[in-house]
């Protein structure tokens, strides 16, 4: 393995576990009642927002063109406004690990997009992959309808859903602009869209979060620093270091990294336990994954 090589796959593998421990770090914020979801939205958008624009300042100007902006700005609708409004809404409801395997089922979401958009055709090996990871995402529903707290819990899966889904569009919508600019480029724009959009909702907000009373302690400033600092600012920047040296499939493939570290913390901290439907799921949605990555990475 080459040094490049080698880099991109730390940087895949860093970059999944900061996604990974973001789900119970945000977990915490929420059952502790810290913070409202708008109210954590706002606080992590405000803080990325900053650190992109002064980090873009200090590096070689790139213009965009209307149309490439208002493509940004409608990614970040769907990747970060929808997706990130929906997040939290449904971390509240399910556990991260419920999350977890939810979201692995990204590419599949992505695959099914791009044939509904005649984007890309579905070959029988692809299909056989949607089968196998929907059978694994439909085992959670099954299991978690069974539960005590079956309504919130569908619910809370059904918003997981959405915010996946949504982040699957913004790949597609982005994925020919986002070639021409840096990490940086798109993030400064796709944020300050996004925080013109939801500042009238999130910032009324701020002065009614039990974070910023006299209540407060060290522990959720840094729990609020790590959703920003290393979910959304360094893992953005690992990402495309990681596709630039690593196979498009080996990178996708270390998505699956999120769910077991979330399901590793949420056990230890004790916001989840374990079970044999969830170990059973995470092998059906990622044996769904690999088909449907690999046999595109063949065409």
């Not at 692809?126 to 819990?153: D, F, M, P, T, W």
């Not at 480029?185 to 009373?213: N, V």
């Not at 893992?235 to 979330?262: C, D, E, H, N």
Request: include cysteine.
């Amino acid at each position: 393995m080459s040094t490049g090589n080698y880099k991109g796959h730390l940087a895949a593998i860093a970059a999944n576990i900061f996604f990974g421990l973001n789900l119970n770090v945000t977990k915490v914020l929420f059952s502790a009642s810290w913070m409202t979801p708008l109210g954590l939205i706002i606080t992590r958008m405000i803080m990325s927002l900053l650190v992109f624009w002064i980090i873009g300042f200090f590096m070689p100007k790139q213009e965009a063109r209307p149309r490439e902006l208002l493509i940004i700005a409608l990614g970040g609708v769907f990747g970060i406004v929808i997706a990130l409004v929906s997040f939290t809404m449904a971390i509240r409801l399910i556990s991260p690990v419920v999350y977890s395997l939810i979201q692995t089922m990204g590419p599949i979401i992505v695959l099914l997009l791009s044939a509904l958009l005649s984007m890309e055709s579905i070959t029988p090996k692809k299909a056989v992959g949607v089968i196998i990871g929907i059978s694994g995402a439909a085992l959670i529903v099954i299991q978690n309808a069974g539960s005590g707290a079956a309504k919130i819990s569908i619910l809370g899966i059904c918003i997981a859903f959405l915010s996946v889904t949504a982040y699957s569009a913004h790949i597609l919508i982005i994925r020919k602009t986002a070639g021409k600019f840096t990490p940086v480029t798109i993030m400064k724009w796709m944020y300050l869209w996004s925080f013109i959009l939801l500042s009238p909702l999130g910032i009324p907000e701020l002065p009614h979060q039990r974070l910023f009373t006299s209540e407060f302690t060290l522990l959720p400033f840094l729990l609020v620093g790590y959703t920003a600092i290393f979910a959304s600012i360094i893992g953005s920047f690992l990402m495309p270091i990681a596709l630039k040296r690593v196979k498009a499939t080996a990178v996708s493939m270390y998505s699956t990294l999120q769910p077991l570290t979330a399901s590793t913390a949420a056990i230890i901290i004790g916001q989840d336990v374990f079970s044999w439907d969830k170990p059973l799921a995470f092998i059906l949605i990622v044996t769904g994954v690999f088909l449907v990555t690999h046999t595109a990475s063949k065409q």
